[in-house]
């Protein structure tokens, strides 16, 4: 159920990426930005599209090597609570925030509250593991 949360999770950063480097103009006037030719737009298609699509592919590694689930929770979890950290605090600074953002922020609480079950699912699982071996080597 892990990998189906992260692989979720993953699609919708590629497609984030894809929204970003392909419409970074639209993209950018629903969350505010204004891109100023050159290194605004550089900067947004490099930070929006390039950094996405690495969470995208990080998230969806699992997919490819399922050993790794664990590894993609924690980097989810991470990031996600940091996102929620400092969305939370924009909140509380600033004003006239759009639609969108609000959207972009429900959905990093929902991100992080997913990767904070599964996460903690994960690592009591994996400890359960750890003690049945630990219980069968003592039994030998």
Partial sequence: MARVFLAIVGAAYILLAGWCSC???????????????????SEFLTVYGGLELAL????????YRPKDVSFSLLLCLLIHSCLVVFRTASFVFYRDIPTTTHLLAATEW???IGAVIFFVAS???????SATLRARDGER
């Fill in 123 to 129: 690592s009591t699982q994996r400890n359960s593991e």
């Fill in 110 to 112: 929902i991100i992080f």
């Fill in 56 to 63: 995208g592919i990080s998230f969806l590694w699992p997919l």
């Fill in 23 to 41: 419409m970074p103009d639209k993209t950018a006037m629903a969350v505010g930005f204004t891109l100023h030719p050159g290194a605004g737009q």
